[in-house]
């Protein structure tokens, strides 16, 4: 399904839940970037970068998904469907930050987010996401009472976008507020904007390639889990 023909970094939030963003030390950390136990080309799925840590799983074409010295990138290519894995959060429902780069190229969009293990549908899985799509536009899908509604989309003219490297993105969900932030390389796009309903259970921190044109173009690096800072 392709939603929309249409989304180095401090260790701050990407996602955050119920407290004031600052940053923390981290939880769990991926540069999704090779090493001694997970080689160049090792498709991500079943691997950790942490000994003992948790591991990322396939949610849909995930073995299409590898590890390169730039971070993870997709081999297959396919612009109908995704390409994501996933990583379980330490604690369910509660406050995470999730923290990553992204380099959009020869997909529709990149996107990270909150997921549901559960259910057969991966769209329908979906919590909670921000997407950037090559040439810098962006935006943030929720789960409103089982419908994906856009809550919000924009463009580059919106803040500084690095067509040719990375960008990093912090999007931040106050729980307790109901309400979804969006930064993006230092600016704030998107300032604590209220959902119209809490969202769904959610247990499972996603990476989403989404309809791949071109293999090795797209990147995802230095990829975070940490927990909320105190208020």
Known sequence: MNLFPIPTASVCAVVFLGAAAACAEPLWQDPLTPTAARPASTAL????????????????NGAAIIVTEHGATVTQTDPK?????????????????????????????????????????FWNRLALWAFLRPGGGFG????QGGKL?????????????NPD????????YDKA????SLTINDTKVVDSHALDQPLPPFDQAVIIFNAPKEADLSFIESFTLQAPPSS
């Open 45 to 60: 799925p079943g691997t950790s970068a942490q000994d003992g840590g948790d591991v990322w799983t396939d949610v849909v």
């Open 81 to 121: 469907s995704p390409v994501a894995a996933a990583v379980n959060l330490p604690s369910p429902d509660e406050g995470i930050s999730l923290e990553a780069n992204l380099t959009p190229a020869g997909v529709d969009w990149l996107g990270l987010g909150l997921s549901s293990a559960k259910g057969h549908i």
């Open 140 to 143: 943030i899908m929720a789960n």
């Open 149 to 161: 509604s856009v809550v919000y989309q924009g463009n580059a003219k919106a803040y500084t976008y």
């Open 165 to 172: 490297s990375k960008n990093h993105m912090v999007l931040v």
């Open 177 to 180: 507020g109901n309400s979804v």
